[in-house]
């Protein structure tokens, strides 16, 4: 009986000790590895292993279809050095990003003031400016195309019909076929998707100001202007910060509104870095050379990345 009891001890205690020894050598949190070992299979396959293959894509003359040899760094010298169209991209999708996450800023901002003064139908308003973000983007901005089409064109009929705006003489414009107009017509319907995520991020921020420092400051005899220099604006400086850099990743990305809009066009005037990388490489089927145009975005959302997070760590200092 002794003996079988030793038996029963050695191998009820047998699991305990390889997990302890496990604890050993793993540390711990073996456990919390266990949960995050899910998702990091996710981002494995689903982002790790897609850039990886990108850049080697990236590094090679590789077609749609056939097998292609490494080349080194011969594609993004090409771009740079030789392609003009990625060079109007370039400067297409700087001035597209910056003057959108501008627009959104500024009237997300005010839009998010509003919202919080609002009294009558408080929550109608907070709900209703959500739709242009939720809405699906292919079908809002089919609609958009519309709009701007040059034919049955609201836009035009209204400066052609309605008074007194047809005395004006406006119009009828070409709004995708003129360059200068489609690249601000994109921008337009870009801006307008964007807002509600500005406007409802910083509305919860703005949730989030105590109370008693603007009674503090109205105390101290400070108006409207004083109040929101010295307390509103530093305290959401963070918020800000993140909410453009998001918008900035987002808007640099951006493929189905100018894709929907004008697919690069016209004379490649709206041409994003994700259209005409999907142009050169899946429509072209060079895709060694669509993905280094598109791989070409990541430093530059690498400096906007570094840039937001250092302007989020900065320590706010205000008062009245």
């Not at 109608?124 to 983007?137: D, E, H, W």
């Not at 705006?165 to 801006?191: D, R």
């Not at 050169?280 to 060079?286: A, R």
Request: aromatic share 14%; glycine share 8%.
């Amino acid at each position: 009986m002794a003996i079988s009891a030793q038996k029963d001890a050695l191998v009820l205690t047998e699991p305990a000790s390889t997990r302890q020894r496990w604890r050993q050598a793993v540390g711990p949190d073996i456990d919390g590895y266990g949960f995050v070992l899910p998702a990091a299979i996710i981002m494995v396959c689903l982002v790790v292993y897609p850039f990886c293959l990108a850049i080697w894509f990236s590094l090679s003359d590789t077609l749609i279809g056939e097998p292609g040899r490494f080349i080194g760094l011969e594609n993004f010298i090409y771009i740079i050095t030789m392609d003009d169209i990625f060079l109007q991209t370039l400067r297409n999708t700087l001035i597209f990003a910056t003057v959108s996450v501008v627009l959104k800023g500024v009237f997300g901002l005010g839009a998010a003031l509003l919202l919080q003064r609002a009294l009558r139908l408080k929550r109608f308003f907070r709900g209703s400016i959500l739709v242009p973000f939720v809405a699906p983007t292919g079908l809002t901005t089919l609609g958009w195309w519309l709009i701007f089409d040059p034919t049955y064109s609201h836009i035009n009929w209204i400066f052609a019909n309605v008074w007194p705006i047809n005395l004006l003489g406006l119009g009828p414009f070409q709004w995708l076929g003129n360059p200068n107009l489609a690249l601000m017509s994109c921008i337009f319907v870009n801006f307008w998707r964007g807002l509600p995520f500005f406007a409802v991020t910083i509305l919860a921020g703005l949730m989030s100001i105590p109370e008693q420092l603007y009674e503090a400051a109205e105390t101290e005899g400070a108006n409207t202007a004083r109040k929101f220099w010295h307390i509103t604006l530093p305290l959401l400086r963070p918020v800000l910060a993140i909410v453009i850099l998001f918008s900035t990743i987002f808007t640099l990305a951006d493929f189905n509104i100018v894709y929907v809009l004008t697919r690069g066009g016209p004379m490649n005037a709206t041409h994003l870095f994700a259209t005409y990388s999907f142009t050169v490489g899946i429509l072209n089927h060079e895709i060694g050379l669509g993905a280094a145009i598109s791989l070409f975005l990541f430093p530059v959302l690498l400096f906007v990345v570094i840039f937001q997070l250092k302007m989020v760590r900065k320590d706010s200092s205000y008062g009245v």
